[in-house]
């Protein structure tokens, strides 16, 4: 059993008493460190990172895969089970129905219309949406699935990220270019991220769409990666209109983040 500091931490918290079952609680703790841990993990992995018996992961485990939500492969490692592919599915509807009053702030104090976007694996895909009032707007269908490269969102959420992991998702994805504006090298990404980093929000200039702006900003301590933003015609979400803007998008994100990591919710009024 690990004797580090850090492994003493973890497996202190996984069973600090919270007025809950203990068996619950790891549980979901060891769903979670499966999940940070790309899906896919040994039991001997789980004991180093959570800090808990081999015989208790090995019982919980036996009871997660009865239940579904974890399967054993033929190598004896455990993946997360398609039981959870549901849940998510839920959680992702719901998520975007709490997102709704905070964007419909954000297009009643910019004028454009607002989104919400997670990243699921190595696409972003819009779960909620608010359209403008104006007669020439933008619209993004929820549910649509875009590449992170060629978006605001996109760059916010993966502004967030180790640069080997960006590295490797565009690996995996291709750059290809929506635009003659897409930025298509490694590189030029990542400095672009880094510009991100920086000033604390996104741009989306023409790249996925001649014509349109996009301004976006991650939604911090997001449960799951999370950001928000506003679309709109290039020559409204101008560089004057943008200095206004961002402050509002920064503020109903910390509002949002705030009902996301909170145990109960509330609703923007």
């Known amino acids: 059993m690990p004797t580090s500091s850090a492994s003493t931490t973890d497996s202190a918290r996984t069973a600090a008493p919270s007025g809950g079952v203990q068996s619950l609680e790891r549980a979901f703790d060891l769903l979670e460190r499966m999940a940070d841990a790309g899906g896919e993990v040994g039991l001997s992995e789980l004991s180093a990172s959570s800090g ?10 036996r009871t997660l895969v009865a ?32 997102a709704r009053p905070y964007l419909a702030r954000l297009v009643e104090e910019t004028g454009e219309t607002a989104n919400m976007a997670l990243l699921d694996g190595d696409e972003v895909v819009y779960v909620a949406q608010v359209p403008s009032k104006h007669s020439m707007r ?30 490797a998702l565009l690996a995996r994805t291709g750059m290809p270019a929506a635009t003659d504006r897409t930025i298509t090298t490694p590189e030029g990404f990542l400095t672009a991220l880094e510009e991100v980093r920086r000033r604390g929000y996104a741009i989306d200039d ?34 004057s209109a943008t200095d206004k803007i961002v402050p509002v998008l920064q503020q109903v994100a910390t509002e949002l983040s705030e009902v996301l990591t909170s145990s109960g919710g509330t609703q923007a009024s």
Not at 52 to 61: E, K, N, Q, S, Y
Not at 209 to 235: F, H, K, M, N, Y
């Open 52 to 61: 808990l018996p081999l015989p208790t992961i090995h019982r919980l485990m």
């Open 67 to 98: 239940c579904g939500y974890v399967r054993q492969q033929p190598n004896r490692r455990y993946a997360l089970g398609p039981r959870l592919i549901r849940l998510g599915e839920s959680a992702s509807r719901l998520l975007g129905t709490w």
């Open 138 to 167: 933008m619209f993004t269908e929820v549910g649509r699935r875009v590449l992170p490269h060629s978006t605001g969102v996109g760059k916010a959420l993966l502004a967030t990220f180790p640069p080997e992991e960006v590295r």
């Open 206 to 239: 023409n790249e996925q769409e001649i014509g349109v702006r996009c301004l976006a900003v991650p939604v911090p301590d997001s449960p799951t990666p999370a950001a928000i933003s506003i679309s709109g015609p290039a020559g409204r979400v101008t560089e």
